[in-house]
């Protein structure tokens, strides 16, 4: 069983920088890659970032690439994700999951391939 816990989400003004955290319980964090995903009202839960269980690999979404970074440490066990030069468009609710289980574009893109979900911490993106 993990649970995880993001924090350090709130108001930001547009091209500004915020960065969120994920905290996760149990002693089996590193053997899981960790993803991130929003939802807006009225929309889809959407991938933005992923990174495998040695942090090794990196995955993004279209709309985040070059502005987002996903990072690990494991010795803390929390994931963060940098945002930089946010947008309007960013505004969301943004949750943490953690899968186990093998890594590739395709997998770590898809909600379903996740076991352990936060409860989710608000964005919101000031113009």
């Known amino acids: 069983q993990v649970q995880l816990v993001e924090s350090g989400g709130g108001l930001v003004q547009a091209g500004g920088s915020l960065r969120l955290s994920c905290a996760a319980s149990?002693?089996?964090?590193?053997?899981?890659?960790m993803g991130w995903f929003r939802q807006a009202p009225g929309k889809e839960r959407e991938f933005v970032a992923a990174?495998?269980?040695?942090?090794?690999?990196?995955y993004y979404g279209d709309s985040v690439k070059g502005r987002f970074t996903i990072s690990r440490d494991n010795a803390k066990s929390t994931v963060y994700l940098q945002m930089n030069s946010p947008k309007p468009e960013d505004t969301a609710v943004y949750y943490c999951a953690a899968a186990r289980g093998p890594t590739s574009p395709s997998i770590v893109e898809t909600p379903g391939e996740y076991d352990y979900w936060g409860q989710g911490t608000q964005v919101t993106v000031s113009s």
């Open positions: 149990g002693r089996t964090f590193s053997s899981y890659a």
């Open positions: 990174i495998s269980w040695s942090g090794g690999s990196t």
